[in-house]
């Protein structure tokens, strides 16, 4: 059974820094694509950051560019979201998923991850 754990999330004043953990569970032998994404009420799920399997290909959407840095332990099976420079409007829950791959890529498609976490709420206050 797969099951992908998130913890991090917090309160924070806009311009500090905190840093989300996921782990994933189940997938011991096979390669998988992390994504991290959030979500506010009333909009739809986006996609915040994806890694590749190996770590060597990351993805970010612009608005949070040169701020957060996804990152992976592949021996510990977890997947991290260092945010730095944090602004009210990263406000949101944040989900992290994980999709089975046979090669190092990234997924950027949503509907292509097949496990979800449960979510961590990120507040950050002006």
């Known amino acids: 059974q797969v099951q992908v754990v998130e913890s991090g999330g917090g309160l924070v004043q806009a311009g500090g820094s905190l840093r989300l953990s996921c782990a994933a569970s189940?997938?011991?032998?096979?390669?998988?694509?992390m994504g991290w994404f959030r979500q506010t009420p009333g909009k739809a799920r986006a996609l915040v950051a994806a890694?590749?399997?190996?770590?060597?290909?990351?993805w970010y959407t612009d608005s949070v560019k040169g701020r957060f840095t996804i990152s992976r332990d592949n021996a510990k099976n977890t997947v991290g979201l260092q945010m730095n420079s944090l602004k009210p409007e990263d406000t949101a829950v944040y989900y992290c998923?994980?999709?089975?791959?046979?090669?190092?890529?990234?997924?950027?498609?949503?509907?292509?991850?097949?496990?979800w976490g449960q979510g961590t709420q990120v507040t950050v206050s002006s």
């Open positions: 189940g997938l011991t032998g096979r390669m998988y694509a």
């Open positions: 890694i590749s399997w190996s770590g060597g290909r990351t």
């Open positions: 998923a994980a999709h089975p791959v046979s090669t190092s890529v990234y997924v950027t498609v949503g509907a292509d991850y097949d496990y």
